[in-house]
């Protein structure tokens, strides 16, 4: 079945610490986003990419790093530099921009600094 | 600038009708779209309504849209305990999906 894979479903960070989330999709889909939750706060849009080797800032993308070398992996690092990580992590991906079929997520990775 | 706004609670008997309310803000948004999410899990797809659409129906599911105010609805018949979740309208600002803040919809016996 086709889908969007994040791993690991849980992690925890210790301070000074980089680390990195997956996000994986076999939906052939071209563009891949990342969002942070936080209670009461809503989809929070970190980075997003529309193409291999592409990727552009959204609106919180300081502290956070990301590559795109294959169309089905979106890695997100969260690095030393971003002083309150703890969240939870969401990746989706789209075909057509949305479209009828809107975009679909993962079941989400919850990040938890130590 | 703009937010997507939506009522961050609502509370509802079961067997009674849910309402959820969301303004969104980009009059020229082509979709609208509604997610579920269930507590510790990723957003569900649960409709979405066009825009030359006024209303959509999907079994227990109404979609309405009000373009000239903005406004779009989502209403749950016969909402049951298994429909308590927080739920998200959307709209796509350029190529980006923007979401509310999402409600929380309890459902009590």
């Known amino acids: 079945d086709g889908g969007i894979t994040q791993s690991p479903k849980y992690l925890f960070r210790k301070e000074g610490q980089n680390v990195t989330l997956s996000c994986e999709q076999n939906l052939n889909h071209d563009a891949m986003y990342w969002y942070r939750q936080d209670p009461g706060q809503g989809l929070r849009l970190i980075y997003y990419s529309q193409i291999v080797n592409d990727f552009q800032k959204g609106d919180i993308a300081e502290g956070y790093s990301v590559s795109r070398e294959k169309k089905e992996s979106f890695p997100l690092t969260v690095t030393s530099a971003q002083k309150n990580p703890t969240a939870f992590y969401l990746c989706?991906?789209?075909?057509?921009?949305?479209?009828?079929?809107?975009?679909?997520f993962g079941s989400g990775t919850r990040l938890t600094v130590v | 600038g703009e937010d997507v706004e939506q009522s961050l609670f609502l509370s509802v008997r079961e067997g009674d009708s849910s309402v959820i309310n969301c303004t969104y803000t980009d009059s020229s948004s082509t979709y609208l779209y509604w997610y579920k999410q269930e507590p510790g899990a990723g957003l569900q797809l649960l409709t979405y309504?066009?825009?030359?659409?006024d209303m959509k129906q999907d079994q227990r599911l109404t979609v309405l849209l009000n373009k000239k105010d903005k406004h779009l609805s989502l209403r749950i018949a016969d909402t049951q305990t298994g429909d308590s979740a927080i739920y998200f309208c959307?709209?796509?600002?350029?190529?980006?999906?923007?979401f509310g803040r999402g409600t929380s919809l309890i459902v009590h016996p």
């Open positions: 309504i066009f825009s030359n659409m």
């Open positions: 989706a991906s789209t075909a057509l921009q949305g479209g009828r079929y809107g975009y679909t």
């Open positions: 959307a709209e796509v600002l350029g190529y980006i999906p923007t």
